[in-house]
């Protein structure tokens, strides 16, 4: 049984940077996407960034420019940059795999953006 487990987040003041991770463990192979959520307090989990096999990478209007996801194929993991962190995007995020038909979400990791 596969289980992915996101890292990197933690408090940060406006306009600094955080990298998020998200890793697999257990039989997780034939990733068709990878991608990041976040849902804040009274909010709906909402996309941040999506990549896949053969499709462009999407990102929310509201973080493009600023975050980047990028994907280590070998260790089957997933990252996200984001610089210039604004006080909106404080939320728990969390990161999902697309395996044919089945999605695997990690727990989620807070990130906080403060003064």
């Known amino acids: 049984q596969g289980r992915l487990v996101e890292s990197g987040g933690g408090l940060v003041q406006p306009g600094g940077s955080l990298r998020l991770s998200c890793a697999a463990s257990?039989?997780?192979?034939?990733?068709?996407?990878m991608g990041w959520y976040r849902q804040a307090p009274g909010k709906q989990r909402e996309l941040v960034a999506f990549m896949c096999s053969g499709c462009t990478t999407n990102y929310a209007d509201s973080v493009k420019g600023r975050f980047t996801i990028s994907r280590d194929n070998v260790k089957n993991e997933v990252y996200l940059q984001m610089n210039t962190l604004k006080p909106e995007d404080t939320a728990v995020y969390y990161c999902?795999?697309?395996?044919?038909?089945?999605?695997?979400w990690g727990q989620g990791t807070q990130v906080t953006v403060s003064s």
């Open positions: 257990g039989s997780i192979f034939s990733i068709n996407a």
């Open positions: 999902k795999y697309q395996v044919g038909l089945r999605d695997y």
